[in-house]
């Protein structure tokens, strides 16, 4: 099956340091999407990119969609303990069911006070 | 308020036992999906149903079933077959067409003593 890249699989920062992950496809996708999830519960979305080169930051965040669509990377400024967590890309599916989601195997980030 | 429940949120099963896990909805949604996440494994697909009535196998549905009756209810058989079936179980729900419309439960932890 397609896969995703997503690296790397884990970081330990400081407070205070910048994140920065990315995700990528050996396959084209229209449509990119960064989900946190917090310890014990399930994926919130963070951010959703759907046009190729798309820079879109949601507060601390920003998320880019490559050129290619091939690519996407997100970055945390200024961390804080409460971004501890696993992040997710995704990308949707269109050769699957309609609304299916691939995901990336995560990047745990834990963050040092 | 709405959103997706899964019950209960930790469960324990003797090996060569049978055990549902439950999963509500109460978004209106009508497609709902099965994943199991293991540690570094990302999130894998395990069923998925568009409508009622109607279900789909997803990569990994070897050893699961899963029944769609009501659309708010999708819930999930983990069967004796299922031979490595301790991990961490999410269940979603969106509209198709909408990916930034999935919605996730907070999970079920199944462990098999």
């Known amino acids: 099956g397609q896969q995703l890249n997503q690296s790397p699989q884990s970081m330990f920062i400081q407070e205070g340091e910048d994140v920065s992950m990315n995700c990528t496809s050996s396959?084209?996708?229209?449509?990119w999407l960064w989900y946190k999830q917090d310890p014990g519960e399930g994926p919130v979305l963070l951010i959703a990119l759907y046009k190729a080169g798309e820079l879109t930051s949601n507060g601390r965040l920003t998320a880019q969609f490559g050129i290619t669509r091939k690519d996407s990377f997100l970055n945390i400024s200024a961390s804080i303990p409460s971004d501890v967590g696993i992040y997710f890309c995704a990308v949707l599916n269109y050769g699957g069911s309609q609304g299916n989601l691939i995901f990336g195997k995560g990047t745990k980030l834990s963050v040092k006070p | 308020d709405g959103g997706i429940t899964q019950s209960p949120k930790y469960l324990f099963r003797k090996e060569g036992q049978n055990v549902t896990l439950s999963c509500e909805q109460n978004?209106?949604?009508?497609?709902m999906y099965w994943y199991r996440q293991d540690p570094g494994q990302g999130l894998r697909l395990i069923y998925y149903s568009q409508i009622v009535n109607d279900f789909q196998k997803g990569d990994i549905a070897e050893g699961y079933s899963v029944s769609r009756e009501k659309k708010e209810s999708f819930p999930l058989t983990v069967t004796s077959a299922q031979k490595n079936p301790t991990a961490f179980y999410l269940c979603?729900?969106?509209?198709?067409?909408?990916?930034?419309?999935?919605?996730f439960g907070s999970g079920t932890r199944l462990t098999v003593v």
């Open positions: 979603a729900s969106t509209t198709p067409g909408t990916p930034w419309g999935y919605t």
């Open positions: 978004l209106n949604h009508d497609a």
């Open positions: 396959s084209i996708f229209n449509t």
